[in-house]
């Protein structure tokens, strides 16, 4: 603490110097990157007319709540109802994920051959395929399977998008555990599965969250599997496929489209204001190392 | 997500047609009573149908239809299928590449290299008694069915705008009247041509010009697929996209407009922001909806051709059976209950501002004005079957009517249709 | 599969010298581990093959078959590889997407550098603008595109905003070039908060010390990140390039919500011609051989790129 100050001190006066250039960079953020979140919040609250009359003022007389009630009570295209089915995907995903993940991350890192490495690019290679191209061939695989237009075949094709990174992220994690603690318990009479689960797995905490930060947003926004791989005989909506839909049918009420929206976005921005420092760092890491 | 609008439209061109033939048809009021009477009996189903959902159609009317038929049929539950921004067509493409179609899909328009996919009607009477069937028949079998017609020549205008420029309707009949007056609600303070974005300015292009070019050469399209015409070499053609370019580069059409919805681009002529729009037929009763239809005034369009033109005429709410459909006994039985049944028929007619011969429903001023157009009309032309142009042949002349806003020539415009269209059958 | 396992089970047990008893038992317990390798990734390795690996394959064969989803299927050799490039909608799509690439990749990278530069120090107010940048990265590029259409539309916020003052509307979206230019904007406008995130946590790497000799050496400021703090981040750099890149190269979601691809096609991607209109169409063995072609593309960028970066690094350690 003392050490940083004291490096800092002889930069602060060359710092006001060039201050009037990053104050107008930082301000230019504000309008920027907080002027649609405005909108988005604002509108929300706003009659059609308030809306295209002044869409960025306060007509804080003729503020109501009463948009807002309409999208969490509409029968159709319900956000708020698809919040449910959305959490489901993630919570299944991610437990599938970290459930195939982990066994197979432990039995990568812990292998010297170079055949076993060999495994490790075969699921990197999967990096390369664009997903959402790669849907449409996939329905096929799904079909032959009986899995199709439904849930599980929804979660298993989400699952397996995601195990390269997830793999590729634990298996640089194992790596730094030492082999001396899987000896250890192999001498005490686990086997190598027990090892990993009850030894291992919880030193992987960190990586852990890592993936299921990067899975769970990218599950919760993902818009092309959901759309394509669930059938419509399901009738299922995520967020994304519900306001997809539900925007062709009322692109003109503004009431609906922005308390919709908001609906939308609300979850992940809470999620991400709480959890703001373990996303950033699950994020970061996850795009560095993956 | 363009291309649904163009053809459905399009479609409701067939509606004039459909209108016309009415005189022809005498058909028949008795089909309700046979209808219900044999769907009653039909064992419980599970039935899933495509339909189409506009500003007039919305969800909860067909839920409401459909509760109507579950109420009379115990047993039998419809469950609407939805498209979201994407055409029927293109919604029943993904549910067939994912092995889950619908029984029933509406607006789709069998061709000779889909017909294999639905169901063959032909053996079904009271097929005979529906609108326009025979045109939509392939090598001779009936694959579609509808309720209606629509017809698509049509020009709507306001009439308070055609007072203060000193307009008469009734003297605009060919393009140059029409581009003349243009002028002068452009000098009045109006913007004289309505347009939007989404699929809109093409389907708006292709009415303008098909109702002169179809009328003088009925059998167009077929000669653009056999190659004996071309878009660059039509002398109409290229005097349709001549004309409509005119008009962009006069202000008459507002490149701006491009950027709305088409609901968007309907509110601004129902305001009064705009003096005409062409659209169909199905116009009528979103002027209705929004008590203004005594407000607006109809005539037919323009041509450089013949006057009046044929109406642009399609089948309105028309319907096929998926073969894979597990249901066909109770999916037969709900289309012709849709198609036949005097209650259904009317409330599909009232919905969407269409025609049936022995179907009546209350009509506005505006509902009279199409349905006289209709009737001192020559007939209608039906882009079906062998005049169905290729398959993203709407999708194409939208970006290229749409590429006329910033820039491009109507040669260019031409050029590039035909040469899409041979990249499409090489 | 079963080999590797076998190999790295044999890796793992080192032979004693015991007798023949334990020699056997050795044996059943390295087939015993072998086993258990196989069934600890197993499941995972049949899960990804199956769902991401087969379907590659199944996307190869049928981009060689003129299927369009309901008949039979007839090989129709490469034609659907050379309509690829005669399609005018195609082609037109791979121009749109590589201007995407080319300019929303550069100005991610840009504005991510500039502002982790101006964002680098612990402060409060810093990571303030630092989530204010990053915030659209956690949200679906499907709900930010509907948002900026409220935005930027004809109606939309801003050309109300405008109206007042006698300008416009102005065709954010509805010019054919400045909808291109509004969707690479919005595109930057959600991405480079990440790059400022992953760029910041490199530049905490940075020792201080190095910076603090060339300050004494009397080194602007300018020319201390030109020259000492960029090549040493430079590794992350080019990670972030290569997502964007391989992001941008699949741009869809946002090609849906915020411009369907119009005006005149002037804003549709190749992921949207794809996903949109191919596969919308019956023209399934023409989608799988749009889809094999992006997917090479991407791989081959990605390589490209890392091949690139490995000859600069190289280059670097020699110098140095």
Known sequence: MTAETAVRMPRRRRRERVNVGRVIMLALLVPLMGGPAYILLVNAFKTQQDIQSQPFGIPFDRLTLQPLIDAITSPEYNVVASYGFTAAIVVVVDVICIALAGPAAYVIARSTSRKTRLLMLYFLAGTFIPGAAMVIPAIYVLRTLGLVNSFAGLVLYDSATTLPVSIFLMVGYIATVPRDIDQAASIDGAGRLRTFWTIIFPLLRPAVVTVLILNSIGLWNDFVSPQILLGPSSDQYTVTTAIYTGISQYTTDLTKVFPNLLLAVAPVIVFFLYMQRHIISGLTVGATKG | ?426 | MGLANAVIADARSPRTRSGEGAAARKRNRRLKDTAVSLGMAGPAVLLYSALMVVPVGVAIYLSFTDWDGFSDAAFIGIQNYTHLFTDPNTTHSMWVTVLIVIFGSAFQIGFGLMYALALRQKSRTNSVFRALTYYPHVISALILGFLWNAILGTKGALNTLLAPFGIGPVGFLFEQNLALISLIAVIVWAGFGFNVVLFVAALQTVPLELIEAAEIDGASRWQINRNIVIPMIAPVVTVALILSLIGLLRAYDIVVSLTGGGPAGSTSTYAYVILAQSFGSTKIGYANAQAVFLMIVSAALALLVTALRNRSDKAAEGEG
């Open chain 2, 1 to 426: 997500m363009k291309g649904k609008g163009i053809w459905r439209r399009v479609g409701a061109v067939a509606v004039v047609a459909g209108a016309a033939s009415m005189v022809l048809a005498g058909c028949s009021s008795n089909g309700s009573a046979s209808a219900s009477a044999d769907t009653a009996k039909a064992e419980s189903a599970h039935l899933r149908i495509i339909v189409n959902i506009s500003p007039n159609l919305t969800v909860a009317y067909w839920n409401k239809l459909f509760a109507k038929y579950e109420k009379a049929h115990p047993g039998v539950t419809v469950k609407l299928e939805r498209t979201g921004t994407i055409s029927a067509a293109d919604k029943l493409n993904q549910d067939l590449a994912a092995g889950d179609p619908p029984d029933i899909v509406q607006q789709v328009t069998p061709s000779a290299d889909t017909a294999k996919l639905f169901t063959d009607l032909s053996k079904e009477s009271w097929t005979k008694k529906t609108p326009l069937v025979d045109n939509y028949k392939i090598n001779g079998k009936t694959y579609l069915v509808g309720a209606g017609e629509q017809v698509q020549s049509l020009v709507f205008y306001n009439k308070e705008a055609f007072t203060k420029a000193g307009l008469d309707a009734a003297k605009i009949k060919t393009v140059a009247q029409f581009t003349k007056a243009m002028g002068k609600l452009k000098d009045a303070g109006y913007v004289p041509l309505q347009t939007a974005g989404q699929w809109v300015t093409g389907s708006q292009f292709t009415l303008f010009n098909d109702s002169t070019t179809m009328t003088k050469t009925p059998d167009w399209i077929k000669k653009r697929r056999e190659g004996d015409v071309t878009f660059a070499g039509d002398k109409d053609y290229m005097k349709s996209l001549k004309a409509y370019k005119s008009w962009v580069d006069k202000g008459y059409l507002q490149k701006s407009d491009l950027g709305l919805a088409y609901a968007d681009g309907q509110t601004n002529f129902l305001e009064g922001k705009s003096a005409m729009y062409i659209m169909g037929s199905f116009f009528v009763p979103a002027a209705d909806q929004a008590k203004a239809s005594d407000d607006f005034g109809v005539f037919s369009m323009p041509t450089t051709g013949t006057y009046p033109t044929k109406q642009f005429s399609n089948i309105a709410d028309p319907y096929v059976v998926v073969k894979q459909s597990k249901n066909q006994k109770a999916a037969i039985s709900l289309v012709k209950w849709l198609t036949t049944d005097k209650t259904a028929v009317g409330s599909e007619l009232a919905a969407d501002g269409n025609f049936r011969k022995g179907y009546t429903y209350t009509m506005s001023s505006l509902g009279k004005g199409v349905q006289k157009i209709v009737d001192a009309s020559p007939g209608g032309f039906v882009e079906a079957a062998d005049e169905q142009p290729l398959p993203g042949y709407s999708t194409e002349l939208n970006s290229q009517i749409q590429s006329l806003y910033s820039g491009s020539t109507p040669k260019q415009v031409a050029e590039n249709l035909d040469t899409w269209w041979d990249s499409q059958t090489q």
